[in-house]
C-alpha cells in the first residue's frame, strides 16, 4: 500500500478536509496515476452528504479524472508512463456478464464505482480522485486525446459521456430537434454534443439570464419554461429530450412537447423524486420517458474521440482543493458556469 494525500468527509454533515489514504500496490493489469486534475460533479455533493442514503464514511468524491501515467503493470500495453489519461465513474466489473461483454459496463451489477465502493482487488473501499494520486486496472483507463485541455476534458468522464451516451443511443443527427432542460453542468454538455452532431437544439431554462450563454454553446433557440406560450409553441416536436434537471418537478408539461415516438431521457438524479407525467399523455403519442447513466469504457473513449476532433470541452472554472467546501455551496446556489475542476497541484 501506498500513502497519499486527498480530501474527504467523515460524515454526512462534516466538511471536506484533508486527509491521508492508500493506494494499492500496483498489479499486473494496473496503471498508476498522478492526479492532475478532478471535476466536481453534483453526485459528489450527494454522495458525501449521504442524500442517496448509501454513503460510506469517510469518503474520499471525484470521478472525472484527469492525469499523467507515472507507472505500468507488467502486463499492461496500452498506456505507458507519461501518457494523459482519464478516469471515469468505473474502477471495475465483472467482465463476464451480458452487459460487459457487449461494452456497457455501466450495466453491470457487480461494477465498482471509482468511490464509495469496494475494490475487487483489496477488498478496500474504493476512494476517488480528490487525491494526488489512484492505481486503477487499465480496462478502465481512457485515453486523452491531445487536442483536448487536460482540464477542461475532466468533466467530460462523468457529465460529457452522461450526455453523449443518450444522444448515440437514439441515433441523434441532421434533422432531428433535441431538447435539453437545464443549463447547468450536464446540461453545457448536452447543448454542446448535440449542436456538434447537427440536431436543432432548444434549451429548456428557468433563468432568462441564461440565453445569451446557451445560444453561445450552440442552442438554436431558447425556452424559458415558466412561460407557457413559449412552451405551448413547441408542443409535439421533439425527437429526444434529454432532462438534465438535478431537482424533483413536474415531468407532464415536457412530455407533451415529444412528437409521436418521442423520449424524454433522464440523466439528472434529483434528491426527491419527479411527479408525472400523465398516463394518456404517454399513450395518445407512443411517447416514452427513459433514463440513461454514463457510457461503457469504449463508448467513453468514442466521445473523448468525438469531442477532440469537433473542438468539444467543458466550460469550467478551476478550484483550489481548499475551496471545495465554498464550490458546493456554490453548486447548491447554480453558480457555476458550468463545472468547478480541481487543480491538484493546490493539494500539499
Not at 151 to 178: D, E, F, M, N
Request: charge should be negative.
Amino acid at each position: 500500500m501506498v500513502a497519499v494525500s486527498a480530501y474527504g468527509a467523515a460524515s454526512a454533515d462534516a466538511p471536506l478536509a484533508p486527509l491521508t489514504i492508500e493506494r494499492r500496490a500496483l498489479g499486473d493489469t494496473d496503471v498508476a496515476i498522478d492526479i492532475l486534475y478532478c471535476g466536481v460533479c453534483h453526485s459528489d455533493l450527494h454522495s458525501a452528504r449521504n442524500e442517496w442514503g448509501f454513503a460510506s464514511y469517510p469518503i474520499v468524491p471525484g470521478h472525472e479524472i484527469v492525469g499523467r501515467v507515472s507507472a505500468v503493470g507488467a502486463k499492461v500495453t496500452a498506456h505507458k508512463p507519461g501518457d494523459m489519461v482519464g478516469v471515469g465513474c468505473l474502477v471495475d466489473s465483472c467482465r463476464t456478464c451480458e452487459p460487459c461483454t457487449e461494452h456497457e459496463e455501466q450495466f453491470c451489477t457487480e461494477q465498482t464505482q471509482t468511490y464509495n465502493g469496494v475494490e475487487k482487488q483489496t477488498g478496500r473501499p474504493t476512494n476517488g480522485g480528490y487525491s494526488k494520486a489512484i492505481v486503477v486496472d487499465a480496462h478502465f483507463v481512457l485515453r486523452i486525446p491531445a487536442g483536448l485541455d487536460p482540464a477542461r476534458a475532466a468533466p467530460l468522464l462523468c457529465a460529457g459521456i452522461t450526455t453523449y451516451s443518450p444522444l448515440r443511443h437514439w441515433k441523434v443527427g441532421p434533422g432531428q430537434k433535441v431538447g435539453v432542460v437545464g443549463l447547468g453542468g450536464l446540461g453545457h454538455m448536452a447543448v454542446k454534443l448535440a449542436h456538434a452532431m447537427g440536431a436543432h437544439v432548444v434549451v429548456f431554462t428557468t433563468s432568462p439570464g441564461k440565453i445569451a450563454d446557451a445560444k453561445t454553446l450552440g442552442a438554436d433557440e431558447v425556452v424559458v419554461s415558466t412561460e407557457r406560450a413559449q412552451m405551448k409553441a413547441h408542443a409535439n416536436s421533439f425527437h429526444l429530450i434529454i432532462n438534465t434537471a438535478a431537482a424533483s418537478h413536474d415531468l407532464e408539461a415536457y412530455t407533451r412537447l415529444l412528437r409521436r415516438n418521442g423520449t424524454m431521457t433522464l440523466v439528472g438524479a434529483p434528491e426527491h423524486p419527479h411527479t408525472g407525467p400523465n398516463t394518456f399523455t404517454l399513450i395518445m403519442g407512443r411517447r416514452s420517458i427513459a433514463g440513461s447513466p454514463i457510457g461503457g469504457i469504449a463508448e467513453t473513449q468514442e466521445m473523448l474521440d468525438f469531442c477532440a476532433a469537433h473542438g468539444v470541452a467543458s466550460d469550467i472554472e478551476v478550484i483550489a482543493m481548499a475551496d471545495i467546501n465554498a464550490a458546493y455551496e456554490r453548486m447548491l446556489k447554480n453558480d457555476v458556469r458550468y463545472r468547478f475542476v480541481i487543480d491538484m497541484s493546490t493539494l500539499s
